[in-house]
């Protein structure tokens, strides 16, 4: 017989879940960057920043680079290392530029219990739920995933750019104030965008080099304007994460579900 959660029970497991588990995709800007041209690494993996292999730059459907005057232009991929994807781009003058991919979309079908496990910690409940008055918790899933990784690199002092301004991905994390300017012990507020508007009830995750295990250090939803408030607790390289899943119900997939990062340096 199909199990049944209620909204009580949903919410005390949602209490404890451990945070996401999938494999994120980031992309990790040069620490210190002084050089005209420079490299941004894209990771694969679920430690932030660690890597367990190197997806290819070449295969992603969409990459740009917005220069601090506004203008974009096109990311180049320049190969792999070990355990990342390298893309290049040049720097011709001081400010922030924001790095942005976008990923082809990709088929996966997971077993009932692996899905379900997956919408817990991941942050998904009202898929869950949805399952769970539908009687299809012990159902297979077909699901359809792409990914839009942002990160902004500050080079030299002074200069343009304004990381508060959304690049356009399909689903995006922009910060409402510039990330440069805030210091360990400050919140830094974000606004989540799907499709260009702004994401009710999202699970963001943020997470620092070092933290234990596979977890995030925390997480926050977002209110009805698609904000949410995220805690800087050290200087240095930090990510804020999210998946948000919607339910197309084609012959093909029944899910659709849509991965972002942003990723930025703390300044010391």
Known sequence: MPTCITPTTLAALLLFA???????????????????SLSVRAVS???????????????FARRLIVNPDGDKSPLAAAGTDDTAGLL???????????????TSPKMIELGAAAFNDYLISDGLP??????????????PAKERYSKSPKA??????????????????????????????????????????????????????????????????????TNGNGEAL??????????????????PKTAEYEWDSFWTTLTFRIPE
């Open 18 to 36: 451990p945070g996401a588990t999938g494999h994120d995709l980031w992309l990790i800007p040069p620490d210190g960057a002084t050089n005209k």
């Open 45 to 59: 993996g679920s430690k932030f920043p660690k890597g367990d292999h190197a997806p290819d730059p070449a295969k």
């Open 88 to 102: 290049r781009f040049d720097t011709p003058s001081p400010g922030v530029y924001a790095i942005a991919v976008e």
């Open 126 to 139: 009202h898929i869950f739920l949805l399952r769970s008055k539908e009687g299809t918790l012990d159902k």
């Open 152 to 221: 902004f690199l500050r080079v030299g002092s002074g200069g343009k750019g304004d990381p508060t301004k959304p690049v356009g991905l399909l689903l995006e994390i922009v910060p409402l104030k510039d990330p440069f300017a805030v210091k360990p012990g400050d919140a830094l507020k974000v606004r989540v965008l799907f499709r260009g508007e702004p994401l009710a009830a999202a699970n963001l995750g943020w997470d620092h080099p070092g933290s234990d295990g596979d977890q995030p250090a925390g997480t926050a939803r």
């Open 230 to 247: 995220i805690p800087v607790a050290h200087t240095g390289l930090m990510t804020i994460r999210l998946t948000h899943m919607t339910r």
